[in-house]
Structure formats: structure tokens, C-alpha cells
């Protein structure tokens, strides 16, 4: 069972999938990032990268997030995603983008320069798809000045310590999974 750890849907239950290689980011671990990065999220435009159940970017939105962006290269979690956000009340604040984006940022009409205040990368374990994924970010220009990139990783993942002007601030590390935080560097 998965449920939402915080902001005004904190408690609701979310569908999951079994049987697929979905690994839904823990509710201790969903914690402690907000906690880390702020738990008022109020404004935010956010992107939910391998976006799985799409837990993150609905924690976020639940937070006061004013739209997600969910991105998905399985049908599967694409129709949950878009279940998990009707089940919230939250599907005119959240935008489902089904396709793989292991290697660019997909064109859509609200990814604008500057336009994401906060970026999920949660990419299957051992895959090495982070570092070109922040390169990509970064070099689309899409992330705003005060912009923050959280990734999850397998503990031992060597992950950069900077993409473009973006800087590796934060590393915590719960059992197995591995949070970096990158922010702007000023």
C-alpha cells in the first residue's frame, strides 16, 4: 500500500502495479526529501522523470505544486499515473508524457526555458541514465534559477558532482537508495 506522506492529500492511498519492475519510492524516503528540500511546494512546476505510480511529482502537487509533468515509457504506469491522479481530485494539474527520455527532454508546450522549479530523476536501478539526464536538463535550459533536481539511486551509483552550473548539495542515503540533490550554484 502507498500513500501520500504529506500536504493536503496526506493519507490517501495510491494504486500500484505488481509484477513489474516498478519500485515505488518509500514514504520514509519521500519524507525525508521534502523535508530536505522544503515541504511547501506551493507554485512549483515539477517533472516526474520514470515517473513509475507517480507518487513524486502527486506528493509534490499534494504539497501545492501548481502542475506535474509525469514522463513514461510504460503503458501500464502511464494509465496508473493517470488513475492515481483522478483518484486526487488532481488530473487538471498533472500532464501524463508517455515515451522514453533515457537520452533528451521530450519538446512539450510547458516546457519552457526556465519553466521547472523542481525535477524527480528516479530511473531503474544500475542503468547509469542519470548523468546524461542532468546534462539534458541542464542544457535545455528548462530548469528555473532557483531550480532543484532530486535523484534516486542504487548507495554505491557514482552520480557527477555537477551538471552545467548545477551542483551536487546534498547526499543522503536510506538502506539501499541514494538521494542527491542538485541545486543552481550561485
Given at each position: ?41 506551493t507554485g512549483f512546476h ?141
Amino acid at each position: 500500500m502507498m500513500r501520500i506522506t504529506g500536504g493536503e492529500l496526506n493519507g490517501r492511498v495510491l494504486g500500484t502495479l505488481s509484477g513489474m519492475n516498478i519500485r515505488p519510492t518509500s514514504s520514509k524516503v519521500r519524507q525525508a526529501v521534502f523535508n530536505i528540500i522544503g515541504n511547501d511546494t506551493t507554485g512549483f512546476h515539477v517533472m516526474d522523470i520514470f515517473a513509475g505510480t507517480g507518487i513524486m511529482g502527486i506528493e509534490a502537487l499534494s504539497r501545492g505544486a501548481e502542475w506535474a509533468m509525469f514522463f513514461d515509457n510504460s503503458g501500464r504506469s502511464v494509465e496508473l499515473i493517470r488513475k492515481n491522479l483522478e483518484l486526487c481530485g488532481l488530473s487538471n494539474r498533472g500532464y501524463i508524457v508517455k515515451g522514453d527520455i533515457k537520452n533528451s527532454i521530450p519538446a512539450h508546450e510547458k516546457l519552457k526555458k526556465g519553466a521547472i522549479d523542481l525535477a524527480f530523476i528516479d530511473p531503474p536501478y544500475g542503468r547509469e541514465l542519470i548523468p546524461g539526464l542532468l546534462e539534458a536538463m541542464v542544457k535545455t535550459g528548462i530548469m528555473s534559477d532557483n531550480g532543484i533536481i532530486v535523484t534516486e539511486s542504487k548507495r554505491d551509483e557514482v552520480l557527477p558532482l555537477n551538471a552545467g552550473d548545477f551542483i551536487l548539495n546534498k547526499t543522503r542515503i536510506y538502506g539501499e537508495t541514494k538521494i542527491d540533490i542538485y541545486e543552481r550554484q550561485i
